[in-house]
């Protein structure tokens, strides 16, 4: 290990777990000290990385421009967005990072630095599922949509406020976030459908405008995922992927009817729900 590593001890991390409280992640984000190397694919994709980590570059190159790519024609973006990925060579950097206590496989799209949207993550190295090229491509993709969906919509990054100020839905977002994962991994489609058909109490979407997250139930978590891209696959269908992307724009001066669009994916899911229930 370099001679420079700084080890992240307990101390230091629940220094940066403290932070979590009355602070956004936004504005707690902060690069590991490990994390000391950059890699410009070009003027706006950037991989931040430590050391140790460099034999991996190719694999995250090769990633991070297929995904790059997906989202971007998706979208039909005319401008280049700033990307830049900060892979974390341990567990501990990522947590570090984010201040949560979080598994290496975990993912986040957790705010801009210095101009760039940041991403960050655990390298293949040390986790070994992010070996997976299909899995960092797609989870990529859903990261980068993140921070496309708030540039297009101008959208809060307190996603706990959405609601109550009338701000792009989260089940929308975290559902387009998914559709474009499923873009790169359509195995990801089956398992999110099936694991529709299975979940019992489906949640109104009402419910689901904040953050979809509940920390003392991981299955209710999951099941809000689900159903959020389950309605936003429903939608693309019955209203096309031009009206879903007028509609983020039109948010940026406060004129998209939220409320319609949830009673609209609200009546399309009970209607499926109902199909499911005769066939």
Known sequence: MDADYMILDEVIMNRRFALRSGNLIPDRLEKSPNITECDSLSKHLQIHYAPQDETVLPFIRASLSEAYNV???WF????????ALWMAPEENDLQY???IPCAGSYFFAPGK????S???FVSPLSCQINKDKIRMTSLLAHEISHHVIQDISNASVDSTTRKENMDVPMWLEEGLCQYLQCEVQPSFDKKLTDNMSAISEKRDLEDLWNDLTCRDNPDATDAAYVQAYCAVKWLVQEKGKAEILRLLSSNRDHTTDWKAL???ANSIQKKDC???MVS
């Open 76 to 83: 039909g973006m005319q401008d280049d967005l700033p990307i």
């Open 118 to 120: 940041v991403i960050t």
């Open 262 to 264: 949830t009673k609209l």
């Open 274 to 276: 109902a199909r499911s």
């Open 113 to 116: 630095r210095d101009g760039m």
């Open 71 to 73: 989202v971007k024609s």
């Open 97 to 99: 990072m984010v201040c």
